[in-house]
């Protein structure tokens, strides 16, 4: 099942608006490949439309990692949906940093919430 | 490639085969089939000691108290032993969940067991399919698993039980699935590591889809948990019942039929999934993989027939030695009304397949009736014969007899 951080509030001014989300990704397993699969949705202001703005699936070789940048326009709420397939021992995090890149916003992978399945995305 | 009738000098009707083989020694196979060769409707057994070119038949003992049986399946699991999952019933009354067990290789048979009673309409367990866990890399091996449906008039589940005696003795059971989805028959299948992948199609009242539940514990609990979705598979597009062809009136189900490689080849513990879909405006089979039945890719279709021909009742087996994916179903690519029986067949894990024609002429489906038939069965079945080779039962109207038979072929 994947974990979800929740629909996570984003100033849409000021130095504390993240302007752009990092997933981080590793694969602490010794010997097996973990296949990671990503969705990541924003809202605007209205939260009239979950708008899809990222997904992906990629594998992770053992002691690997692997980080992703998605940007935040017209952002005031957004989730990341992630899971991860055939392994254990991976760890995927999620950060919101403004445009200077200080961190704003930290979603352990401990702190997210499973969610039976992910959002379909057509 | 040959092709033998099974049940041609039978009376009555035979349909709704399932076979199984024996690893160890596959001159010897077991079919099961719905027979009503003695009059009432009753479980057909087949059973041939050189490899399907000549076949004893029989039909099993009935248990006291239902008048009639149908929908059987079978599986094997060393070294000897063949289990059969039926449904009796007394006409809508009473729908029953039964197994029978042979440790000699279909030569004499356990009494019949009852795995769940059904009382009345109120209660009517129907649509069994039996798995037997034969893997070289489980813990569990011998275990066997069957799933079947509680019918309701408005709504189903699918339900999961096992037997860690080879179908003497059954655990309780466990639901798979929303209690109040429409269903027809589980898939189940066993993954390399002993995994038990119960999977099923929900048609309705809402969202049509493919999903499963895992074990990996033999059975004892199911992931995710009841309290959460199943997994998700794909979308499905159920098939238009009956299929949209003129004087074609007999049911089609759409039903998922899972298979797991559990040989020692490259894509050793990948996961296959096929079913009948429509999504393309005719009905095909689609096929899903993934390698931990976690993660599904995108479904396909397997048959390379043209569009607006109809495939359906696919069936499909991967062999324990080689990982080769055959699945089998009835098309009516080559006359448009007649029936035959095809192979999809993959080498390579899925990622191409070849089709060829099993059976060696086509059928008409409405057989010896005047009128068109209701009912052809609800499933053929596919199975591996060792090392790597086809063992398929399909049900064909087929002259000289014209009616309704079982086939063997590959």
């Known amino acids: 099942m994947p974990n979800s951080t929740g629909f996570i509030y984003n100033p849409t001014s000021g130095e504390t608006q993240s302007t752009q989300l990092i997933v981080t990704c590793i694969n602490d397993s010794l010997n097996a490949p973990a296949n990671v699969e990503l969705e990541v949705f924003r809202w605007d202001t209205t939260q009239a439309a979950r708008i899809p703005i990222g997904h992906d699936l990629f594998e992770l070789l053992p002691q690997a990692t692997r980080s992703l940048i998605y940007p935040l326009i017209n952002a005031a709420f957004y989730e990341v949906q992630s899971d991860y397939f055939s392994a254990t021992s991976t760890v995927i995090h999620v ?15 401990s702190e997210m919430t499973l969610i039976d399945r992910f959002t379909n995305i057509p | 490639m040959v092709v033998v009738n099974i049940t041609g000098a039978l009376a009555g009707s035979q349909f709704e085969p399932s076979i199984a083989v024996n690893t160890l020694n596959p001159s010897i196979m077991c079919v099961v089939a719905v027979d009503t060769s003695t009059g009432p409707t009753l479980t057909g057994f087949y059973r041939s000691i050189d490899g399907g070119s000549t076949w004893s038949t029989t039909v099993l003992p009935q248990p006291a108290g239902y008048a009639g049986a149908e929908a059987p399946t079978i599986d094997y699991t060393f070294p000897n032993t063949f289990i059969v999952t039926v449904h009796l019933f007394n006409g809508i009354n009473d729908g029953t969940i039964a197994s029978y067990t042979s440790f000699d290789d279909g030569l004499t048979w356990q009494p019949p067991v009852i795995v769940q009673a059904g009382f009345g309409t109120i209660v009517h367990n129907d649509e069994p399919y039996i798995a037997v866990d034969r893997s070289p890399g489980s813990p569990y091996r011998g275990n066997a698993y069957v799933g079947y449906t509680p019918l309701a008039t408005a709504s189903s589940a699918i339900f999961t039980q096992r037997s860690l005696s080879q179908g003497i003795t059954w655990e309780p059971p466990d639901r798979q699935s929303n209690p109040r989805g429409i269903h027809d028959r589980a898939a189940l299948a066993v993954g390399f590591s002993g995994q038990v992948y119960a999977g099923y199609i929900i048609t309705g009242p809402a969202s049509p889809s493919a999903l499963l539940r895992i074990s990996y514990d033999g059975g004892i609990t199911y992931q995710p948990p009841l309290e959460r979705q199943a997994t998700f598979i794909s979308s499905v597009v159920p098939a238009p019942s009956p299929l949209p062809v003129p004087n074609y009136a007999f049911r089609v189900q759409t039903n998922l039929s899972l298979g797991a490689d559990i040989s020692n080849g490259p894509n050793s513990g990948t996961v296959y999934g096929v079913w009948n879909d429509a999504r393309a405006g005719y009905t095909d089979i689609l096929f899903c993989e993934s390698p931990d039945g976690l993660l599904w890719s995108d479904p396909v279709s397997i048959t390379g027939a043209a569009p607006g021909t ?12 080689a990982g080769t994916i055959r699945v089998i179903y009835y098309t009516n690519r080559i006359d448009g009304f007649l029936l035959d029986v095809f192979v999809a ?66």
Do not use: C, H
């Open chain 2, 345 to 410: 067949e993959s080498f390579n894990g899925g990622a191409s397949f070849t089709n060829r024609r099993i059976t060696t002429t086509s059928f008409n489906p409405n057989g010896n009736s005047p009128m068109p038939t209701v009912l052809i069965g609800d499933y053929i079945t596919a199975a591996t014969v060792s090392p790597d080779n086809l063992a398929a039962v399909w049900m064909a109207t087929t002259p000289p007899t014209g009616k309704l038979d079982v086939y063997f072929g590959n």
């Open chain 1, 95 to 109: 950060y919101g940093v403004n445009s200077t890149g200080q961190i704003i916003q930290r979603v352990l992978q």
């Open chain 2, 310 to 321: 109809q495939n359906f009742f696919p069936s499909i087996t991967v062999s324990p030695f």
